[in-house]
């Protein structure tokens, strides 16, 4: 066991802006995030991943979420949340329950594919190649309900990794990449903690702690890496955070005030960080 993995996850446009203020927070309070063996995202984390491993500056990605830049239509009806839960809540077996969400994702009737890759196109913006040092995209096989990886050698382009690992069930369309159909990497885990085994240090920064459905939460994926050996510290918001940040994951207003929680988050929990990260 040995390395550093830097786990972000999903969360939707305002987990996203939280994780951006906790990116930029910990990177002031002197935290060295590029230097992580391996950047491991999902969903938002996919995005913000991508462009950090690409050397977009943390205090850039936070100064978007604060100007408003950086928006997501997601609009989000009562019918596409009711479908989602009944379809990820059908079941306590969590297999069943995937295979569930899966079927509900390939039958929805959503808009095109191409708006999940042009949002995620806009949002990567010039970032465009797999970055040279170790990236890893999480997303889930929407026939088969595994979640897999992508990385620079799997093939594909990261603007269509990234396009997969987004592609919220029952919302938007899952996506043919590689000739297989995906959906969000977050819907087994929102996190994916697990593809950080083997790490000796592991940074995870997870906007929401755990996928609707029979799954184990991040902090229990937390929980297993350490017992297994790891040194891990877990970030999630805290009460200040949740409470700006509300209900709605998609609600557009609600970014800049998340961002700034997640940077005062941070900026509180930085020495706690250090100590596994840099100890």
Same mark, same amino acid.
């Given at each position: 066991?040995?390395?550093?993995?830097?786990? %972000?996850?999903?969360?939707?446009? +305002?987990?996203?802006?939280?994780?951006?203020?906790?990116?930029?927070?910990?990177?002031?309070?002197?935290?060295? %995030?590029?230097?992580?063996?391996? +950047?491991i995202g999902t969903s938002a984390g996919a995005v913000f991943g991508s462009r950090l491993r690409s050397g977009v500056p943390a205090a850039e990605l936070y100064e978007r979420q604060l100007s408003g830049a950086d928006a997501v239509r997601l609009p989000v009806t009562a019918r596409q949340t009711a479908s989602f839960l009944w379809a990820a809540l059908g079941s306590r077996d969590p297999e069943r329950s995937i295979e569930r969400l899966a079927r509900a994702a390939l039958r929805a009737r959503t808009g095109p594919q191409s708006d999940v890759f042009d949002t995620v196109g806009a949002l990567l913006g010039d970032v465009r190649d797999w970055p040279e040092r170790d990236l890893r995209i #999480?997303?889930?096989?929407? /026939?088969?309900?595994?979640?897999?990886?992508?990385?620079? $050698?799997?093939?594909?382009?990261?603007?269509?990794?990234?396009?997969?690992?987004?592609? +919220?069930?029952? *919302?938007?369309?899952s996506v043919t990449v590689a000739g297989r159909r995906w959906m969000d990497g977050g819907s =087994?885990?929102?996190? @994916?903690?697990?593809?950080? =085994?083997?790490? $000796?240090? *592991?940074?995870?920064?997870? &906007?929401?702690?755990?996928? *609707?459905?029979? $799954? &184990?939460?991040?902090?229990?994926? #937390?929980?297993? %890496?350490?017992?297994?050996?790891?040194? *891990?510290?877990?970030?999630? &918001?805290?009460?200040?955070? =949740? /409470?700006?940040?509300?209900? @709605?994951?998609?609600?557009?207003?609600?970014? &800049?005030?998340?961002?700034?929680?997640? $940077?005062?988050?941070?900026?509180?929990s930085a020495a706690s960080v250090a100590d596994v990260w840099q100890g």
């Open positions: 066991m040995s390395g550093s993995a830097l786990v %972000l996850g999903g969360g939707g446009p +305002v987990g996203g802006a939280w994780l951006s203020g906790v990116l930029a927070g910990l990177t002031e309070a002197g935290i060295d %995030l590029g230097g992580a063996d391996v +950047v #999480a997303a889930v096989d929407a /026939r088969s309900g595994q979640t897999e990886v992508f990385d620079a $050698h799997s093939g594909t382009t990261l603007l269509e990794a990234v396009a997969a690992s987004c592609a +919220v069930p029952i *919302v938007w369309p =087994r885990s929102t996190a @994916n903690l697990q593809l950080a =085994r083997g790490y $000796h240090r *592991v940074l995870a920064i997870a &906007p929401v702690s755990r996928a *609707v459905g029979p $799954h &184990p939460s991040a902090p229990q994926q #937390a929980a297993e %890496l350490s017992e297994e050996g790891a040194r *891990v510290v877990l970030l999630s &918001p805290d009460r200040s955070a =949740r /409470r700006v940040m509300g209900r @709605n994951m998609a609600d557009d207003t609600r970014r &800049p005030a998340a961002a700034r929680a997640g $940077h005062a988050q941070a900026r509180a």
